[in-house]
């Protein structure tokens, strides 16, 4: 008899986990439907009517220090400016609440194109509806948006372990220790031992540089290092997504530059760990 009840109860658990990854996979795709929602409400309505209906009223945009978006948008003029973009990854917490999207995009104004790469942070809503609560972004060479995908991780693969006690500011505070460490070795190995080892790396000008032995590659062939400041984070109500930007400055032999950042951490294995890096020097 009690070994009876011990597969039933191991049938239930295998049920409840296999539907919680395909919720979680649901969830994944309905963001992805979102942002290509925005990107058409941009491209048919316009800049201004797109962030104005995606941003929630405390979102966050780099522009290219952190702003008030909603604010910016509401009082940025019509100019026949167009804004357009395809998203070409997306991933989201374990909790199916929080995820952000990336991919190429395309400003042209008369004649004028300028080409880069963005980073969106969604937050979903007590209605279900997904909502932008942080954007930035870069610029770089000439693309085609054309030529770019949309790839989406396969949830459904990924065994997760949800926490339910953890420190809110946990990221503010590591970053507040790697910064640290950065500034007194004049060095950028202690950020980049945070990398992930499929890290995106966006620097301006260049375009998006994807695994940790390739930004190693491209950091060596500088002598610089950083010192920065958050300016504000949030973490998963699951504990294994997160984000933190702030304002910082790139110091080299010769000269000095400001930048914006955004960091995107994901925990694997207990570890948190940076999967995405955005700095926008200005």
């Known amino acids: 008899m009690k070994s009876i009840l011990l597969i039933i109860f191991i049938i239930e658990i295998f049920c409840t986990l296999n539907a919680q990854k395909s919720h979680l996979q649901s969830s994944l795709d309905s963001l992805a439907k979102s942002e290509m929602a925005f990107a058409k409400l941009s491209d048919e309505k316009g800049t201004k009517t797109a962030f104005v209906n995606f941003l929630t009223d405390d979102a966050i945009v780099l522009r290219p220090?952190?702003?008030k978006g909603?604010?910016?948008?509401e009082e940025l003029k019509e100019d026949g400016s167009k804004l357009i973009w395809k998203p070409t990854f997306a991933?989201?917490?374990t909790d199916?609440?929080?995820?952000?999207?990336t991919g190429p995009w395309q400003f042209s104004i008369d004649s004028v194109k300028v080409f880069g790469h963005y980073v969106t942070i969604w937050q979903k809503q007590v209605?279900?509806?997904w909502k932008v609560i942080l954007d930035a972004g870069i610029p770089h060479q000439v693309v085609l948006l054309d030529t770019f995908s949309l790839h989406l991780p396969n949830r459904l693969k990924e065994n997760n372990i949800i926490s339910t006690q953890f420190d809110r500011n946990g990221l503010s505070e590591i970053e507040k220790i790697i910064s640290q460490k950065c500034e007194d070795s004049k060095?950028?190995?202690p950020l980049v031992q945070y990398f992930d080892i499929s890290v995106k790396f966006y620097r301006n000008t260049y375009l998006p540089i994807t695994g940790k032995k390739s930004v190693?590659?491209?950091i060596n062939t500088g002598n610089e290092y950083y010192k920065w400041t958050v300016g504000g984070s949030n973490i998963s109500d699951t504990d294994d997504l997160g984000y933190t930007y702030g304002l910082g400055e790139i110091i080299s032999p010769s000269d000095s530059k400001k930048f914006?950042?955004?960091h995107i951490w994901k925990k694997q294995n207990n570890n948190w760990k940076i999967i995405l890096d955005l700095f926008i020097t200005y």
């Open 96 to 101: 199916g609440k929080l995820g952000f999207t």
């Open 187 to 189: 060095s950028q190995v």
């Open 260 to 262: 914006s950042y955004l």
């Open 91 to 93: 991933d989201i917490s």
């Open 216 to 218: 190693e590659k491209f």
């Open 127 to 129: 209605n279900g509806d």
């Open 65 to 67: 220090k952190p702003i």
């Open 70 to 73: 909603k604010k910016f948008y």
